[in-house]
Every structure is written in C-alpha cells, then in structure tokens.
C-alpha cells in the first residue's frame, strides 16, 4: 500500500506534472491508456486499504465492548441463577397458565358453539366459567339449570341451539389468588326476518291519490330493505324502492298490484313478504272494433274490455234500448271481457251498440256500429310506378253483399322540402264485376290512371257503395310516378349503386396488384446485380 500510495504521489503512473513540458505524441496516448487502466484498479486497491485500515483499528474497540457484554452478561445470569434458586425454594409447585387464548365468535341461530378453556399445572385450583355475574359451572359440576350448556373434552363450553340472548361474554376463570380469567365473546348472528304494516298485507288508494307502502325488518346485522312489483308472470321486476317506506304519488290503476319487501344482511337467505295495493277507480272502457262489419245470415262479435276497481257490472244497448240475452244475441264475460255475439244476423240488427260500465265510483260509456256496409278500402300497389305517364292502383274491399259502385278519387301534390300543394281531386266511378253470392266477401279491384306528369307525386282514395250505403273514404294513399329512361325504381337504383362500388373496389385491388408487380422485378433486379458483384470479387482473387 505504501508502494501504491509513493508512486501516486511521485507521478510515476504516467501524468505529467503541472507546466513540465509534453513528451511525443504517441508517449502520451500510451500514458492516457496505462492512467485509463490503472486509474479504476487504483481506486479499488485504495478502497480495500481504507476498509482494511478502519476494521483493524475497530476491531479492538468491538472486541472490548464484546468483552465487557461478556462479562456483564454472566454477572446477570450468577444474578438470575441465584433469584431463581431463591424462588424455587420459596414455591413448591409451577403456577397454572392457560394455553387457548380469548376470542371473539360469530354464530348463527340454532347452532352449537364451543368456547375453549385450556389450563397446563392447574393443581387443586378450581375452574370457573361465568357469565357476568352468573356462574355456569365450578371444575366439572354444573352450576346453571340450562340444558344447552355443557362441557366437553376437559373443560371446554358447548353452547347447543344459539338463540339471540345467548350473545355476550363468557369467562374461564382459574380460582387463585390472582383470579387469572380469559374472556371468549360471543356475537348471535340472526337471519333476517320482515312483516307488513299493516300485517295483512291489503291496502287500498283512490286513483290519483298518493299511498304509503311500509314493512319492518329485523336481524343482526340489521338487515336492508328494498321494494320490488310483480309481473303478470308472477315474477318480480326490478328494484322500484329501497328503505321501509315506499310512497307512491299520483296513482294510476296500472299501479295496482302486489308489491315485495324484501330484506336481506347476508346471513342465510333474503326474505320477502307481500303487500297488495288495490287502485280505486271508475270504470275505463276499451273496444276492440269500433265499427264491425257483417251480412244477413252471418255472425258478428262486439267486444268490451272493462277495467274498474270496485268490479263493475256491464250491460249492452241497441240505439239506446237494452238489450236481452236470447238464443240469437250472447252476452258472455271472462275476466275483465265482456262479449256480445249476434247470430244470423238481420237487417234490424244493424245499427249502433254501446257497452256501460257501473261501479260505485262512476260510470262509463263506449259505441260500436255493426253495418252492412262495404268496409274501408285497402291498397296494395308499390308506391314507386314504373311508366311515366302512368300508374297502376290495386286495392281490396270487404263486402258481404255485392258492390254496386265504386269511386276513385286522385290528385297530383306539388312539393318540395319545405312545403306541399295538394291540386284539385280528379273523380271517376267505377262499375264493379258481378260478384256471384257463392265468393269470397274480398273484392279485389285495379285501375289505371293515365295522363300523370314523369316524376310527380299523386295522392289518391276509394269508397265504395252497397245495398246498405257508402262504406268511410279509405286514408290516402301516395305514390310517385316514374320518370323518363327510368327502367327501374329507386330501389332498383340503390342496388346498381352497390354493384358499382363493388366495381371500384375491384379497380382500386387491380391498382394494388400492378404497385405489387413493380415492387416484385425491383427486387430481382437487385439480386442479379448482387449476384455479378460477387462473380466479379471472385474473378479478381482468382487472379490475384
């Protein structure tokens, strides 16, 4: 080390002193590298000297304090020797000390629980175990008159069929004079458990008023409540409500229904009880037809769905009469549908019926009209024609007698995006077939209107009449007509469309398949010219 230390000093590694000349160029590279590579090695050697250097100046001082831990240490244990045997003469037996540790348990109802009490050198001493100021037993005799409780393998407590006032702390306790005891905590789970207020479960409201909803639940944890109705399919929809109390404002009759709390705090599984709620109502009043069509010597049904709360009773009038059941007319009712079937109907029974509803809170009223007349007409043609002066109409008519006439009704719309201008209706009548009596009631029926603008909207109606009168105007039906070198509609157009996109898509890969081409005799290209180069290289060293 002192060598090293000399030489570092001296300048002997290769660095020239400060303002000494420079020697040659190629001395000092050479002087630069030795210092580059002894300069690390240096560092690490004079590192080592140090450490070394410090360890053995230090190492006498830690030998000194080991020295004196040594001795003072023994000075303690001649101390601890001598109070042990001083203590060993005094007691003549080893302290009893428990080897189970206190603890806190969670149990659930009606399950057995042991409590561990656990005592090494209890001698004569007595085991207790109490519960506050109860005692349950004294070493192996039972104290307390309850059934449940026990000990088992040695002085363990078993607690069978749990119940709510069972929580609270146990304590084994050994009978010395210092009363060493240990505390077991027992915490009672209970499953939750829920009830109706009121407890019947029924409630009613008047609709458009408000009702409160309400259940109580218990358990330990306390338990949480959430509110959920029923579907038609007796299954619960999601959740509408959390909390004990539910309040509903405004009622509908849609409201009515049953409704479940549910309580729940994870210890076995949710528990539910229902409440029906019955919404107070007049009567509401729905057809299925209002106007129904028939013949003579055929058959109608008029339908009325009533819905009420108290149930409401239904009876049917004719033009104001009431009506009578009898073999020809049928009044029928299931559920909330009440029906009236007409058999083998005549002329007389034509004409404009009513269904009323009464219950104690109103009274409602609808009409029907049963009639011979044709019903209303149908149309069946494309809206986009295919000639442009022209256009095709198809349409259907139901009718139990024969059409004796039959009108059509069209116009041309003038329009644009922000307004249309209906022109004037152009009328025609038409003269239906003769339709034998022994065919379908369906008439099917096609005009042509001619003389129509290329590209124009049109709107158009059908009515028709029979031996009982003119049937409703049929609801406007629009269609355009074609325009000029228009082949095909609009639809047909969208389809073309498509095809030539897939036609780009087509140029745009045969693009991509030339750009591939070029790229492909680039490269080889390359590789022949890579290839003469190494011919060449070779030809030259053959020479050489």
Not at 182 to 209: C, D, F, N, Y
Not at 410 to 427: E, I, K
Request: charged residues 20%.
């Amino acid at each position: 080390m002192k060598i090293i230390s000399h030489s570092i000093r001296s300048g002997d590694v290769g660095v020239p002193a400060f303002g000494t000349k420079s020697k040659s160029t190629s001395t000092q590279r050479r002087s630069r590298a030795a210092f580059k590579m002894n300069c690390p090695i240096l560092i690490v050697i004079s590192l080592g000297w140090l450490l070394h250097a410090h360890t053995g100046s230090g190492g006498g001082v830690a030998e000194a304090a080991i020295s004196n831990r040594a001795s003072t240490s023994s000075r303690s244990m001649s101390n601890v020797a001598q109070s042990a045997s001083s203590a060993s003469s005094s007691l003549t037996a080893p302290q009893p000390r428990f080897m189970s540790r206190g603890h806190t348990y969670r149990a659930v109802v009606g399950d057995t629980l042991v409590l561990p009490c656990q005592v090494e050198n209890l001698g004569n001493f007595v085991l207790l175990w109490r519960r506050g100021t109860n005692v349950l037993t004294a070493s192996n005799i039972m104290v307390t008159r309850d059934e449940r409780v026990r000990l088992i393998d040695g002085y363990n407590l078993e607690i069978s069929d749990l119940e709510p006032q069972d929580a609270g702390d146990y304590v084994c306790q050994i009978s010395d004079k210092i009363n060493r005891d240990q505390v077991h905590t027992v915490e009672i789970l209970v499953p939750p458990s829920v009830r109706a207020i009121p407890t019947s479960g029924q409630l009613q409201a008047r609709k458009g008023g408000p009702i409160t909803l309400e259940c109580k639940g218990s358990g330990n944890p306390v338990p949480s409540i959430y509110w959920t109705k029923k579907s038609g399919a007796n299954k619960s929809t999601a959740r509408i409500g959390d909390g004990p109390i539910l309040t509903l404002e405004k009622l509908e009759r849609q409201q009515a229904g049953v409704y479940q709390c549910t309580a729940d705090n994870g210890v076995g599984d949710p528990v539910t009880v229902d409440m029906r709620l019955d919404v107070l109502y007049p009567p509401d009043i729905q057809v299925e037809k209002s106007w129904i069509h028939s013949g003579e010597g055929f058959e109608a049904k008029l339908v009325c769905i009533v819905y009420a709360d108290p149930v409401a009773t239904v009876s049917w009038y004719q033009n104001s009469f009431p009506i009578q059941s009898t073999d020809r007319r049928i009044m029928n009712s299931r559920g909330n549908r009440h029906t009236l079937n007409i058999r083998h109907i005549q002329q007389e029974d034509f004409g404009n019926y009513s269904c009323v509803a009464d219950n104690s809170l109103g009274r409602s009223r609808k009409y029907m009209e049963l009639s011979g007349r044709p019903g209303p007409a149908e149309f069946y043609s494309p809206k986009w024609g295919r000639s442009p002066d022209s256009y095709n109409l198809t349409w259907k008519i139901d009718s139990y007698p024969p059409l004796e006439e039959v009108r059509l009704l069209y116009r041309r719309v003038l329009m644009n995006d922000t307004y249309q201008q209906p022109g004037r209706w152009h009328d025609f009548i038409l003269t239906p077939e003769h339709r034998p009596a022994s065919e379908p009631l369906t008439h099917i029926m096609s005009y042509t209107i001619r003389n129509l603008h290329p590209g124009a909207y049109y709107e158009a109606i059908v009515q028709a009449k029979n031996r009982y009168g003119w049937n409703e105007v049929s609801d406007i039906f629009q269609f355009i007509v074609a325009t000029n070198g228009q082949e095909n509609p609009p639809e047909d157009a969208e389809v073309l469309a498509s095809s030539k996109s897939r036609s780009n898509s087509g140029a745009a890969g045969n693009r991509s398949g030339l750009q591939l081409q070029s790229l492909l005799l680039h490269t080889g290209l390359l590789l022949a010219l890579a290839l003469s180069n190494c011919q060449f290289d070779r030809r030259r060293q053959g020479r050489g």
